[in-house]
């Protein structure tokens, strides 16, 4: 059996895995909620339909950086707790930077003056993945650490 021991820092990996994640997925659906208002897309429907909504792209596009977040977070705050206990801080660290780059990811892809092929590259969204990639190697650390020991 092995075990494994918490660090003290690891509070800081717990604050960004809950606090970090829940006010950047308010502030990502903040912006979809004023997108219904300003395109004038109703509920139920998830996206505009071309064709029937005047701005269906813009909206969309607003809606699709959102959906991205949303997708990509189940594996993310895996990757993010476990690759926390073996190096807390720079996961911590890391989560701050994969929120803010789903911020600055939106903020682009959602821009309807960037070509939609490179808007998501645009405005800083790719340096969430330095804390995606930090997460990943940190929780491929922990899992070699676990095996040695084994």
Same mark, same amino acid.
């Given at each position: &059996?092995?075990?494994?021991? @918490? ?9 960004? #895995?809950?606090?970090? !994640?829940? $006010? ?8 979809? &909620? #004023? /997108? ?19 701005? /269906?792209? *813009? $909206?969309?596009?607003?809606?699709? !950086?959102?959906?991205?977040?949303? *997708?990509?977070?189940?594996?993310? &705050? ?6 926390? @206990?073996?190096?807390? &801080?720079?996961? #911590? +660290?890391? !989560?701050?930077?994969? $929120? ?9 892809? !959602?821009?309807?003056? @960037?070509? +939609?092929k490179t808007a998501r590259h645009k405005k800083g969204g790719p340096i969430k993945y330095i804390g995606l ?18």
């Amino acid at each position: &059996m092995v075990l494994v021991d @918490i660090p003290s820092q690891y509070g800081w990996v717990v604050l960004g #895995a809950g606090i970090g !994640s829940f $006010f950047t997925n308010g502030y990502l659906s903040t912006a979809v &909620m #004023a /997108a219904r208002d300003k395109y004038n897309v109703g509920y139920p429907n998830l996206y505009a339909v071309p064709g029937f909504h005047k701005n /269906a792209d *813009e $909206f969309n596009r607003v809606q699709r !950086s959102h959906q991205n977040f949303l *997708e990509g977070l189940p594996s993310y &705050m895996v990757l993010l707790l476990l690759g926390g @206990i073996k190096y807390p &801080m720079a996961n #911590a +660290v890391g !989560s701050v930077f994969y $929120f803010i780059g789903s911020i600055l990811y939106q903020k682009g892809y !959602s821009d309807p003056t @960037i070509d +939609v092929k490179t808007a998501r590259h645009k405005k800083g969204g790719p340096i969430k993945y330095i804390g995606l990639f930090t997460s990943l190697y940190s929780t491929g650390a922990l899992a070699y650490s676990l095996l040695k020991s084994a």
